[in-house]
């Protein structure tokens, strides 16, 4: 018994090691938007989700140049409820906004995205709510269309909060 729950424990660690080595640490994967969205609307703040995949060389340079520095140096937090869904995960189940059952690869493609990485905007229903960010041409134009589709959503839903993604980097205090 000891060497069956050893074997179980081994391989939770290697699952969750493998998850996290595919996937952003600074996002967490859309593995259940329905609930997401119930946090989303308490808070009345869209969720953002970002379409990538591994083999996406611009969806690691979106992940590493500019989304990770943005979650260690600001409260971007406060403005959405951030998920990561990967095209590329075949057998990686979640929940849609119903609450349905759906593979995490062939989600991406019923929202009509093309191109990774792209950027959506959803209000708790899982209606489109603001502009998305489609690819990553210079990655210095990333915040600033990020800033003004988290604007445009929290508009759409009433939030009287608005971002300024280039006044929070400069008034943080934490060095990347």
């Not at 424990?9 to 996937?23: E, R, W």
Request: hydrophobic share 40%.
């Amino acid at each position: 018994m000891n060497r069956q729950l050893n074997t179980i424990m081994i391989s939770l660690i290697l699952a969750f090691t493998s998850l996290q080595a595919n996937a952003s640490g600074y996002l967490p994967l859309a593995v259940d938007l329905q609930k997401a969205a119930v946090v989303a609307e308490k808070n009345q703040v869209p969720i953002v989700l970002f379409v990538t995949a591994t083999w996406c060389n611009y969806c690691k340079k979106l992940e590493e140049n500019i989304l990770e520095p943005l979650f260690i140096t600001t409260d971007l937090e406060e403005y959405g409820s951030f998920r990561q869904l990967l095209l590329d995960k075949a057998h990686w189940m979640m929940k849609d906004f119903d609450g349905n059952d759906i593979e995490m690869k062939g989600y991406g493609p019923s929202l009509g995205v093309k191109v990774a990485p792209t950027t959506l905007f959803f209000n708790s229903k899982g209606e489109q709510i603001a502009d998305p960010i489609i690819g990553l041409t210079l990655e210095e134009f990333y915040p600033g269309n990020l800033e003004k589709s988290l604007n445009q959503a929290l508009k759409a839903l009433g939030n009287p909060k608005r971002v300024d993604i280039y006044k929070m980097v400069n008034e943080s205090t934490v060095k990347y």
